[in-house]
């Protein structure tokens, strides 16, 4: 049976800070929901009530259309290692582009990963930890994310990552703006 809790606590925090990937799953009230993995070094709790994560450039942007228009966020952690365990955190989050005055601050919490698209700031209300036994035991390889996506980025240069984000990234699959910005303004 799974356990609510009304914040992070230090155990929950120690558990997030282990996985080497999460889940991040949106919604628009119409059309498709959007369930993504990520990885890296790119989330980080704030506080017992807040986390944020910096978004890498990626072929689409389901993420950030659906919190333009509902806010609603759930994170996912799983043990794909050591004892069974899965963390939802569920809240409502808020995008910080690059030239937004939160941006440089919360960037700064990040390594400079080239490609970086977005930060998803999100208020958690609800944290549940239930126990995973349905999640395979699984041993680490690699990240691809640092092998492939960052560096392919890399090449591309800001203004190259810019000009993609232009061409892939304006419209999620049921054609709704993501807010993204020629130049970071």
């Known amino acids: 049976m799974g356990k609510s809790f009304s914040e992070i606590s230090a155990d929950h925090r120690a558990f997030i800070h282990a ?19 990520k990885g890296l070094d790119a989330l980080r709790v704030m506080d017992a009530g807040r986390v944020v994560w910096l ?24 043990a794909f290692e050591g004892d069974p365990q899965v963390l939802r955190l569920y809240g409502q989050a808020r995008i910080i582009h690059e030239g937004d005055e939160d941006w440089p601050e919360l960037y700064d919490a990040f390594p400079d990963y080239a490609g970086g698209r977005q930060i998803f700031d999100v208020r ?31 090449r591309m240069g800001p203004a190259g990552t810019k000009a ?16 993204i910005r020629p130049t970071g303004d």
């Open 19 to 37: 996985q080497k990937m999460f889940f991040v799953a949106t919604a628009d009230t119409k059309g498709r929901i959007n369930i993504s993995p």
């Open 55 to 78: 978004n890498l450039t990626g072929s689409g942007n389901e993420t950030g259309a659906h919190v333009l228009y509902n806010p609603r966020m759930t994170l996912m952690f799983c």
């Open 124 to 154: 958690i209300d609800l944290v549940h930890q239930s126990c995973g036994m349905g999640v395979p035991l699984m041993t680490y390889q690699q990240s691809r994310a640092e092998s492939q996506l960052e560096p392919f980025f890399a």
């Open 164 to 179: 993609y984000q232009q061409r892939k990234n304006r419209r999620s699959l049921d054609g709704k703006p993501t807010d």
